[in-house]
T-cell receptor
């Protein structure tokens, strides 16, 4: 299974952008890049996913390197509610595949 | 309805008890998952069901027995558990191919 590497923790200020990096050097051509986050005492929630092109949604943006070996989740204006553990995950295109969580990045937001 | 509902939210059981965790979704998803999460750790995949058939078992001990009686329901039967099995058990569902996972809030299990 292709693996991802993320920093253990990051800190940011409220109302500033946050860039959360993820390395996935062994990614295969059929792997989608998914991001989830887990708020305290809750199950993980989906944030965004992409294959090759950069993606935007109401929660965040996903920037994918041209060689697909890394990606960056961008929160454009962090709020205190964005404090969570963020997981970068690779998901195979076909079938109900193994979706393996790495250790994630614990994001803290300073007021 | 974009919810995955897990019951019970909390469960305390002895090592000789038999209990079950339940998970329900009505999004038409045909893939369902069980994860186990210990404190301060990422979720660990246990089982994956695809079209009501077990497709992945991550070498989980037989004291955990999954069951998918129909496309909306997923159960996890528990028997003769150990204290180290105490954890948050998360259920998720998704389209079989691609698609994001929708997680429930989990069932917190304590084994005495």
């Amino acid at each position: 299974d292709a693996k991802t590497t993320q920093p253990n923790s990051m800190e940011s200020n409220e109302e500033e952008p946050v860039h959360l990096p993820c390395n996935h050097s062994t990614i295969s051509g059929t792997d989608y890049i998914h991001w989830y986050r887990q708020l305290p005492s809750q199950g993980p929630e989906y944030v965004i996913h992409g294959l090759t092109s950069n993606v935007n949604n109401r929660m965040a943006s996903l920037a994918i390197a041209e060689d697909r070996k890394s990606s960056t989740l961008i929160l454009h204006r962090a709020t205190l509610r964005d404090a969570a553990v963020y997981y970068c995950i690779l998901r195979e295109y076909s079938s109900a595949s193994k979706i393996i969580f790495g250790s994630g990045t614990r994001l803290s937001i300073r007021p | 309805d974009t919810e995955v509902t897990q019951t019970p939210k909390h469960l305390v059981m002895g090592m000789t008890n038999k209990k079950s965790l339940k998970c329900e979704q009505h999004m038409g998803h045909r893939a369902m998952y069980w994860y186990k999460q210990k404190a301060k750790k990422p979720p660990e995949l246990m089982f994956v069901y695809s079209y009501e058939k077990l497709s992945i078992n991550e070498s989980v001990p037989s004291r955990f027995s999954p069951e998918c009686p129909n496309s909306s329901l997923l159960n996890l039967h528990l028997h003769a558990l150990q204290p180290e099995d105490s954890a948050l058990y998360l259920c998720a569902s998704s389209q079989v191919e691609r698609g994001e996972l929708f997680f429930g809030e989990g069932s917190r299990l304590t084994v005495l």
